[in-house]
């Protein structure tokens, strides 16, 4: 008998400035694989493509907040795949994770009218960081992010490649 085809996995897209998105992003591939090592996949949302997001089960989105919505890549990924996909990703898990100064709301509304208009599940709720960046030299320094929040992170990334790999959405 041959063995059943692995279920497509988790895809990771993100984009980042000034790092606080990207670690957010690699804190949950690493919480992932720990579960599902071979069942999810990072990626730049510049690279990203819609045959990308066709391809993979569910989606765990990571993007900065800029001027009040989600960054620039992130827009033009979403952009370049909204209509190829329409009607093609209804019911699949996805989730959302910003990395905002001091508020992420504009985002989360933007982000959520995305996963309406793609039938997209809600796997978990979004995750909002907040880096506390408010002056124009902290906007533009390199991030670090706590500890507390990448293992949020992390565990948010474990929770959606375990439930893909098993199947329960
Ligand atoms: C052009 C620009 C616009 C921004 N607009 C907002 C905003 O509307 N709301 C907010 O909370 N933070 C805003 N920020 C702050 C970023 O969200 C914050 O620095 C975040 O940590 C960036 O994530 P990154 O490190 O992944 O690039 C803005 C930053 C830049 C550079």
């Not at 085809?5 to 992932?32: D, E, M, N, Y």
Request: hydrophobic share 45%; charged share 20%.
């Amino acid at each position: 008998m041959t063995p059943a085809a692995p279920r497509p996995g988790l895809l990771i897209v993100w984009c980042s400035h000034t790092g606080g998105s990207q670690a957010l992003a690699r804190a949950a591939a690493q919480g992932a694989r720990r579960e599902v090592p071979g069942g999810v996949r990072l990626l730049g949302a510049r690279r990203a493509t819609p045959a990308d997001l066709l391809a993979a089960g569910g989606y765990l989105f990571v993007t900065p907040e800029t001027l009040g919505s989600m960054a620039g890549q992130m827009k033009d990924l979403i952009d370049r795949s909204y209509y190829p996909l329409l009607g093609r990703l209804a019911g699949r898990p996805a989730a959302l994770i910003v990395c905002a100064g001091s508020d992420g709301a504009g985002t989360v509304r933007q982000m959520g009218r995305v996963f309406a208009g793609w039938g997209l599940r809600e796997a978990a709720p979004p995750q909002v960081v907040i880096t506390g960046a408010q002056t124009t030299q902290a906007i533009m320094a390199r991030k670090r992010i706590a500890d507390d929040r990448l293992r949020a992170a992390a565990d948010l990334g474990r929770a959606l490649a375990l439930g893909l790999s098993m199947g329960v959405w």
